[in-house]
């Protein structure tokens, strides 16, 4: 894994395509300096926000396709609509530049949430399975991927302090030693059958499930699987790196592990990038899990469901 510093000065097709294949292959594209973040008066009154105490808001969510804001922690009507405001500008302004930096997959992506981090990483007081400060890859319990990836661009908003990120070796060296003990072998099986079956009936009937992929049940599982893993916690941080001030990076964090080891105040916009726009598609997770597992783990479908709770 290297972190790759972005030439913002380069625009050409062939240096886009060679970020792609850099993000591809695992490594962390860092750019110093973040135009499309918010204005100083902008920043502070983000900074002076807290997010709602209630379990299922982990962040304070922007939600592009609503252009709606969820998580704020009593702002008066004002207050949450200007935070929305800069919510959404921030969301369009890392999308814009996403795709003038990447794009064989400008158009093709689906766009997910933007977020805004205001609690302090250290420390935070949260279940196992939802702590940063643990190693884990990325998984979406309510938004399934079917084999497309996770892309993320991260933005430091503390004005003292960096963001602390450590991150693992590659993938492919912990899916070798671990997917095999997380139960990649059922993966597929009569179990997740059943479960389909079930998943299939309930949508038909106009219930909200997820419509999961056998890798999408696995990679959730492998989430849950590396967080609880003693030995992976102990041994699986291999580089540290410190994000300074008003820095981003971008990352596919399905495929990168990483912790947050501190931090405060960050900005972050999603999107899901599908395996057909993918440059170097043998790399990819699901393309990592399938060679392991023997057998496919995509759904036969085209495109990505995203749900919305």
């Known amino acids: 894994m290297d972190v790759v510093r972005v030439d913002a000065s380069r625009e050409d097709p062939t240096y886009s395509r060679e970020l792609c294949e850099r993000l591809e292959s695992g490594d962390v594209l860092r750019l110093a300096n973040t135009p499309f973040q918010p204005s100083p008066d902008d920043a502070a009154l983000l900074r002076s926000q807290k997010q709602t105490g209630k379990s299922f808001h982990k962040n304070i969510a922007y939600k592009p396709n609503r252009d709606r804001t969820t998580g704020l922690d009593g702002a008066d009507s004002a ?12 969301s369009r302004g890392a999308l814009q530049h996403l795709a003038r930096l990447l794009r064989d997959y400008a158009g093709k992506w689906q766009v997910d949430y933007a977020s805004f981090r205001p609690v302090e990483e250290e420390g935070r007081d949260l279940p196992l399975r939802h702590r940063n400060d643990l190693m884990h890859l990325d998984a979406f319990p309510t938004r399934p991927t079917n084999g497309g990836r996770i892309l993320r661009m991260f933005t430091n908003l503390n004005p003292d302090r960096p963001r602390v990120w450590a991150t693992s070796d590659s993938f492919e060296e912990i ?10 072998r059922r993966a597929g099986g009569s179990l997740f059958s059943a479960q389909a079956v079930f998943g299939r009936a309930a949508r038909l009937i106009g219930l909200r ?24 916690q102990k041994t699986g941080r291999s580089h540290t790196i410190d994000f300074l001030p008003g820095e981003s990076w971008i990352a596919f964090t399905d495929q990168v592990a990483h912790a947050v080891l501190s931090g405060q105040y960050a900005l972050e916009q999603t999107c899901i990038v599908p395996y057909e726009a993918m440059v170097l598609p043998d790399r ?14 995509r759904n036969a479908r085209a495109g990505v469901e995203v749900i919305h709770p």
């Open 79 to 90: 207050v949450a609509e200007r935070m929305n405001a800069i919510l959404g500008a921030y």
């Open 175 to 184: 899916a070798g030693r671990y997917a095999g003990p997380a139960g990649l």
């Open 209 to 232: 499930v997820p419509d999961r992929s056998p890798y999408d049940t696995f990679m959730l599982g492998f989430h849950h699987y590396l967080k609880g893993n003693e030995e992976f």
């Open 284 to 297: 990819s997770p699901v393309a990592v899990l399938e060679r392991l597992a023997g057998r496919p783990l």
